[in-house]
């Protein structure tokens, strides 16, 4: 399938670095991102990234199979002309979602990032894993990339239900993994 690849909308994409300078914590690093394919709508201003897609900042890692960019849509002002692109407002990520720091991994069937709030949901199937043991699985997750807070729900409620967030914890253990 032929994909449609303007200037505008490329340039859209590399300009938004800047703008999704959190996704990443405390860091100013620019976002490289990379797919087997790209689309690039101007009116619109959103970029999709097909197969494969990777957007790599600082120590974070984002996957997907699909990842769509949303753009703040400028008005052309007093010199007329068409509509441009601005800075990064969405990022949408679905399919074998996995975000990792050097603090967490998680894996989803989607998730979004919100850069105002600098969040990232991610939902179905969440697992997030911290260190070689520790592991928390639930429906959605919300991580504050900024503060390092995140929460977890369940798909249900009650005792005995499945679906519940569950977690397993290991204390500290010699680095043979070996127990006391």
Known sequence: MKRLLTITALTAALA?????????????????????????????????????????????????????TYFKVKSPGATGGQATCGDLTRLEATGSVYYATPQQRTRSDAAVYEVGSSTITLTGNVVVAQG??????????????????????????????????????????????QPR
């Open 16 to 68: 938004a670095a800047p703008a999704l300078a959190q996704l990443a914590q405390n860091s100013d690093a620019p976002i490289d991102i990379a797919s087997d394919n790209f689309e690039g709508t101007n009116s619109a201003c959103v970029t999709v990234w097909t197969g494969s897609a990777e957007a790599l900042q600082d120590t974070a890692r984002l996957r997907s199979d699909v990842m769509k």
């Open 132 to 177: 070689p043991t520790n592991v928390m699985r639930g429906e959605r997750a919300v991580i504050n990339t900024e503060t390092g807070v995140a929460t977890m729900q369940g798909a249900t409620k009650g005792r005995n239900s499945s679906g519940r967030v569950r977690g397993v914890f290991y204390p500290n253990q010699p680095a043979t993994g």
